[in-house]
Each structure stands twice: as C-alpha cells, then as structure tokens.
C-alpha cells in the first residue's frame, strides 16, 4: 500500500499543472492542391494520404469556419458525406450479373443432380409392379376412403 501511495505522490510532482489553461485551435493549413478535385481523386488516394487529409480538414473545422477556404468547405463536405465507399453508386449490369451467375449454378446443379438420377441404381420401390402391389394393399385394408386408391373403388361401387 505504501508503495501505492509513493507512486502516486510521484507522478504527482511530475504531471505538469493543465488545470485552468485553454487550448486554442489554429487551422492547420492544407494545401490548395491537396484539396484540388479531391472528389475524383479521393478514392484514387493511398489510405493513409486520406487520412491525413481528413484529420488536418478535422482540426481545420474546428477553428472558424469562416477562415476556412472555400475548397476546404467543399473537401470536408465530400469526406463527410461524399459519394464513395459504401455511399457510391453500383454498377447499373451489377444485378444482371448476379442474376447471370445465380442461372448458372442452378443450371449447373440440375444437371449434376439429372445425371445422378440416371446413373444411381434403381430401388425395388420404383418398378411399377412395386407401385400395383402397393394399390391392391391400400384397397384391401381400405386405406383414405376419400381420396386414395380405395376411394376409386367405392366411388364405382356406389
């Protein structure tokens, strides 16, 4: 504990006195070519040129708008809510290609699942002979009077 407490009286004697002093923003100045045509060249720009940019145009407004330049205005703006990454337009074909991609892996998996089909053997529950006999049962035992096989027999009984 006690050597808690001299750490503490330590960084004490150390820690500059802040209390009561302003801080006062100066505008850091960007260039005029930095900002020039920044909207075409925005996404062109290395990341970290862009974040470079973004923060000086963030501590510029900060200060007085009004000293700021009219490119500046215009450069913070397009950062803000410019028309690039998730804001920026899509492609127009970009929903015929999805749409072209989706006809094509579902062509593809009808036709792996038809040649499955007709190379797979054969059950002995698909023959017709299988399905006749399975008709006879369901009379016999007089299974869905109202809609299965047995039904055909007792509409033509009635």
Do not use: C
Request: no cysteine.
């Amino acid at each position: 504990m006690n050597a808690l407490r001299s750490a503490t009286a330590r960084s004490a004697l150390f820690r500059p006195a802040v209390l009561g002093t302003a801080r006062h923003y100066s505008a850091p100045a960007v260039s005029s070519v930095a900002l020039q045509d920044i909207e075409t060249r925005w996404t062109k720009l290395p990341e970290a040129e862009q974040g470079a940019i973004a923060d000086l145009l963030a501590e510029a407004e900060k200060g007085d708008w009004k000293k700021m330049t009219l490119e500046q205005k215009r450069a913070a703006y397009f950062i803000a809510y410019g028309a690039y990454g998730p804001r920026q337009e899509t492609d127009p074909n970009f929903k015929w290609r999805v749409g072209g991609w989706v006809t094509f892996f579902l062509t593809l998996t009808g036709t792996i699942w038809g040649v499955w089909q007709g190379y797979r053997p054969k059950t002995i529950s698909d023959t017709p002979e299988w399905r006749e006999a399975t008709k006879q049962k369901a009379i016999e035992r007089k299974q869905n009077p109202f809609q299965g096989a047995y039904a055909e027999v007792r509409a033509k009984d009635e």
